[in-house]
């Protein structure tokens, strides 16, 4: 299956990387501009990265994405359009990953589930960094 994006109205909401994408050299799949930076690994064996670390630099982010990888049961991410109505539902398997970038987003649990969570920080606690939103039904 691979990698999908899903747009709508020339917006992309979301990407997923399907657990059966292979790739044979690392491939990163968000734009370079994107404050969020997703993409897999891939090396051949024997291949060695040289020690390293990031520069550090102040970076300013406006957006808040977040990446769930689930590790074990069954997830449903439901993805709304910017006046709430059903955009999509993806049902998510072991090894799926997903990046929300934009827009109105809730998840169902289908059977018991643990993801990786990944997403800017700081973060600020549900109270402070969540909107919880009607939407259209």
């Given at each position: 299956m691979g990698v999908e994006s899903i747009e709508y109205n020339g917006v992309k909401y979301a990407e997923i990387i399907w657990s059966d994408t292979?790739?044979?050299?690392?491939?990163?799949?968000?734009?370079?501009?994107?404050?969020?930076?997703?993409?897999?690994?891939?090396?051949?064996?024997?291949?060695?990265?040289?020690?390293?670390?990031?520069?550090?630099?102040?970076?300013?982010?406006?957006?808040?994405?977040?990446?769930?990888?689930?590790?074990?049961?069954?997830?449903?991410?439901?993805?709304?359009?910017?006046?709430?109505?059903?955009?999509?539902?993806?049902?998510?398997?072991?090894?799926?990953?997903?990046?929300?970038?934009?827009?109105?987003?809730?998840?169902?649990?289908?059977?018991?589930?643990?993801?990786?969570?990944?997403?800017?920080?700081?973060?600020?606690?549900?109270?402070?960094?969540?909107?919880?939103?009607?939407?259209?039904?």
């Amino acid at each position: 299956m691979g990698v999908e994006s899903i747009e709508y109205n020339g917006v992309k909401y979301a990407e997923i990387i399907w657990s059966d994408t292979r790739f044979e050299e690392t491939k990163f799949i968000s734009p370079a501009e994107s404050s969020f930076q997703f993409g897999l690994l891939a090396h051949k064996a024997g291949f060695v990265e040289a020690p390293h670390y990031h520069k550090p630099f102040t970076r300013q982010i406006h957006d808040l994405q977040q990446m769930f990888v689930v590790q074990r049961g069954i997830v449903a991410v439901e993805l709304y359009d910017d006046d709430g109505g059903v955009l999509r539902e993806i049902t998510l398997h072991l090894g799926d990953a997903i990046v929300l970038i934009h827009g109105v987003h809730a998840i169902r649990v289908v059977e018991d589930m643990q993801c990786i969570s990944v997403k800017q920080g700081p973060f600020l606690g549900a109270e402070n960094d969540k909107i919880l939103v009607e939407v259209k039904k």
